[in-house]
């Protein structure tokens, strides 16, 4: 009985030292960025994500995947479905941790990957829309009305609208 328990032990401490936790995913996937092994910090991300819901490296982890996937620096995912990608891990962090310090630039994030990468302009126009009457007084406000105003427009007509304006 008593080598039973101390084999049990053994195997305890073993997988114990083994098994990964959020810190130690996180604290990778930051070696990982800084080395600019993207993919692999990228994989680290998404398994907090999805093994941890309720890390509380969780709100840092969607802002830095929602921005690498916008980057598209995971090359093997298809460009539409990187952008969609972006769009989901921005709305997350927004709609789970609405008072975060990223909270306001993930909402303009979703508006802009919308209006400009996957051509939703009708979803963008809410969502900027939504920002300003959330933030007003953001430093990405007259962005957000700026986008807003010129939804559709090919980015040559804006130049040449502004040009006249001056």
Not at 19 to 26: I, M
Not at 98 to 103: F, G, R, T, V
Not at 123 to 144: D, G, Q, T, V, W
């Amino acid at each position: 009985m008593k080598n039973i328990i101390v084999v049990a032990l053994i195997l305890i401490s073993i997988i114990a030292c083994n098994s990964e936790n959020d810190q130690s995913l996180y604290d990778n996937a930051g070696k990982f960025s800084k080395e600019q092994k993207f993919n692999e910090a990228m994989k680290n991300y998404e398994k907090i994500i999805n093994e941890f819901p309720e890390s509380k490296y969780k709100a840092e982890v969607l802002f830095e995947l929602g921005k690498m996937f916008q980057a598209r620096m995971d090359k093997a995912t298809p460009e539409i479905k990187s952008y969609e990608k972006s769009k989901k891990y921005f709305a997350m962090l927004y709609k789970e941790f609405p008072k975060n310090k990223n909270a306001a630039s993930s909402l303009f994030m979703v508006g802009f990957i919308q209006a400009n990468l996957l051509n939703q302009l009708d979803s963008a126009k809410i969502i900027y829309n939504k920002f300003l009457k959330e933030f007003p007084n953001h430093p990405m406000a007259e962005s957000a009305k700026a986008e807003v105003e010129n939804l559709g427009v090919p980015p040559e007509e804006i130049i040449f609208k502004e040009e006249s304006a001056k």
